[in-house]
């Protein structure tokens, strides 16, 4: 870094913060696509272990010829042409990476899906992609036959938990989950085909490697953005390997290639443990060690005590919940580098604690679907929890602004925007909301609060977007109104955030009756066949008005105020 870079501007104060080494600039163009850098990886580490879960491990040498097949299955035998959307629909199986890296290797752009969305829900996110095909776990297949006859998908591929797990255990494992569990609602969909009967088909035939450049498209992350109905963040090769080389360059001081075991408890739909785990991992040759049920916890933890990991990622509440098991102290804590929390704010207490437990900091960082994630992360070298979300990283410019779009000084709060590599290219098919969040100087606009101190570390204080986040999953609240709106005995609704100490918030929804005999009951059991489990109200208050301005619109900002005053009594 040159001597104009580490004094920096009064437009870049991040960079005298920098630990030494780290760049201000990245070569974005190191990579053509995300297959060109996972190719290298495989290449690399081929014998190197890549993924790892219940028990059973692929080097990255298998991974390569499993999503070759994998690839050549969709292109071969379901005719899916380059920029298709797939959907993937799984918690974290061996499975996920097989047909994640075999959809981008045939250049098809991944559509990732929650696996616990009602019908409702899926629906929409396979209506507004068009994706013409999924790849879906059984335990969920029900959900699809509820409404694929309204949805663009002509081909469906069934995996189920041991798919990939070596015979007899395979057999015993779907057995069990199938017919002991009773985990696997029965399910009709015409002619589906197994996802082991697809890389045997991909076997027979050879992949036509389509040429993938950094403009196109590799994935639709779908955001409720501000307006509370889901959109498709449209990332391209480009803006992943943009952040993959962004983190390799910020802790490339910690990690060694081909050495480090990293814990991938959060689920790789997710953003963060997409791009983290799954990508910037990989492309190092780490051995990522997969967590299907991450909320069992004692079944979490003893998972932990086979492996002298070197890294995890997880959200605020996943580290709390750890800690507060008794069985976490016997864990081997020596040789962990990295512990990296995201997705929601790391509290206070958590970090404190987490680094007495463990001696190592929890680092936090901050990013959204549609920067890829990361946009700011601190310091590796960090020795103790600051309260910020850390310095904007390599290639990456933050201004907070003011609501006409000007700058303001250091220190004073203003919206967080972010503009880099990573910034996605726009929304799937809604140029109207890709204009509101983008800039005239192309800055993305967040929706977060916030400020930078003199020495460029960002601090989020409030967020301008009424979003809810539970154990760092976005809630918003439009959405919920909207669900609550179809309800016949509800005249109108309005739903906040409020503090919980499991889950970061929970959400509230306050409801102004049509029909006096509503109740509670009625309430939560409307929600739970429309919404999945974190969107769910967690406190319900009836009310016989709302707030709301003098044209009519309900003022969220005063519910959140009264519940403030409530509870500082």
């Given at each position: 870094m040159s001597a104009s870079e580490i004094n920096g501007s009064q437009n870049s104060p991040w960079l005298k913060s920098y630990q030494p080494g780290i760049p201000s600039q990245v070569d974005v163009n190191e990579f053509s696509s995300i297959n060109d850098l996972m190719e290298m990886a495989c290449k690399k580490f081929a014998n190197r272990p890549s993924f790892t879960n219940m028990g059973k491990m692929i080097t990255y040498g298998e991974l390569d010829?499993?999503?070759?097949?994998?690839?050549?299955?969709?292109?071969?035998?379901?005719?899916?042409?380059?920029?298709?959307?797939?959907?993937?629909?799984?918690?974290?199986?061996?499975?996920?990476?097989?047909?994640?890296?075999?959809?981008?290797?045939?250049?098809l752009v991944v559509v990732n899906v929650n696996p616990l969305y009602t019908p409702r829900e899926l629906e929409h996110q396979l209506r507004d992609s068009g994706a013409k095909a999924i790849v879906i776990l059984a335990n969920f297949a029900k959900t699809l036959e509820e409404v694929i006859p309204s949805t663009p998908v002509k081909s469906v591929v069934i995996t189920e938990i041991g798919d990939l797990l070596p015979l007899p255990k395979r057999l015993l494992v779907n057995v069990v989950v199938k017919y002991v569990k009773k985990?696997?609602?029965?399910?009709?969909?015409?002619?589906?085909?197994?996802?082991?009967?697809?890389?045997?088909?991909?076997?027979?035939?050879?992949?036509?490697?389509?040429?993938?450049?950094?403009?196109?498209?590799?994935?639709?992350?779908?955001?409720?953005?501000?307006?509370?109905?889901?959109?498709?963040?449209?990332?391209?090769h480009g803006n992943i390997v943009a952040n993959a080389v962004q983190a390799r360059a910020w802790i490339k001081f910690l990690i060694k290639d081909g050495e480090e075991v990293i814990i991938t408890a959060l689920p790789l739909y997710h953003i963060f443990s997409l791009t983290a785990n799954c990508l910037i991992f990989s492309s190092i040759g780490a051995q990522n060690i997969l967590i299907t049920n991450p909320k069992d916890i004692p079944g979490f933890i003893k998972e932990l005590k086979k492996w002298k990991f070197s890294a995890i990622t997880g959200v605020n509440t996943l580290f709390n919940a750890l800690m507060n098991h008794?069985?976490?102290?016997?864990?081997?804590?020596?040789?962990?580098?990295?512990?990296?929390?995201g997705g929601m704010a790391v509290q206070r207490a958590v970090a404190e604690r987490w680094k007495q437990l463990t001696g190592a900091p929890l680092i936090e960082a901050y990013g959204l679907s549609e920067t890829s994630p990361a946009a700011c992360i601190n310091p590796m070298n960090l020795k103790e929890y600051n309260g910020y979300v850390g310095l904007p990283i390599c290639s990456t410019s933050v201004a907070i602004k003011d609501d006409s779009g000007n700058n303001v000084d250091l220190g004073q709060v203003g919206e967080i925007c972010i503009q880099g590599p990573q910034v996605m290219k726009g929304y799937w098919q809604r140029p109207d909301e890709t204009q509101k969040v983008m800039t005239s100087d192309r800055y993305f606009r967040t929706g977060d609060i916030g400020y930078m101190n003199e020495?460029?570390?960002?601090?989020?204080?409030?967020?301008?977007?009424?979003?809810?986040?539970v154990s760092g999953f976005n809630v918003y609240p439009n959405?919920?109104?909207?669900v609550a709106a179809?309800?016949?005995?509800?005249?109108?609704?309005?739903?906040?955030?409020?503090?919980?100490?499991?889950?970061?918030?929970?959400?509230?929804?306050?409801?102004?009756?049509?029909?006096?005999?509503?109740?509670?009951?009625?309430?939560?059991?409307?929600?739970?066949t429309n919404v999945t489990g974190y969107k769910m109200p967690k406190l319900i208050e009836f009310r016989s008005e709302?707030?709301?301005?003098?044209?009519?619109k309900i003022l969220r900002k005063d519910l959140r105020e009264q519940e403030l005053k409530k509870h500082s009594k």
């Open positions: 010829r499993l999503a070759t097949q994998f690839a050549s299955f969709l292109q071969n035998d379901l005719k899916l042409a380059r920029g298709d959307r797939i959907a993937i629909m799984m918690p974290n199986l061996l499975q996920y990476p097989v047909a994640l890296f075999g959809a981008l290797r045939a250049g985990m696997v609602p029965e399910f009709h969909i015409a002619n589906t085909i197994s996802f082991n009967e697809a890389l045997s088909l991909g076997k027979t035939t050879n992949l036509s490697r389509p040429v993938i450049r950094h403009e196109d498209l590799a994935f639709l992350q779908y955001t409720g953005g501000t307006t509370g109905v889901a959109k498709g963040a449209m990332l391209t008794p069985d976490f102290t016997q864990l081997d804590f020596s040789g962990l580098k990295v512990s990296l929390g020495n460029g570390f960002v601090k989020i204080v409030d967020r301008k977007k009424d979003m809810v986040i959405e919920i109104e909207d179809t309800h016949p005995k509800i005249m109108e609704s309005a739903v906040i955030g409020v503090p919980d100490e499991k889950t970061g918030e929970a959400v509230k929804i306050f409801i102004v009756k049509k029909d006096p005999s509503l109740t509670e009951a009625e309430v939560l059991a409307h929600f739970k709302l707030p709301k301005s003098n044209v009519g």
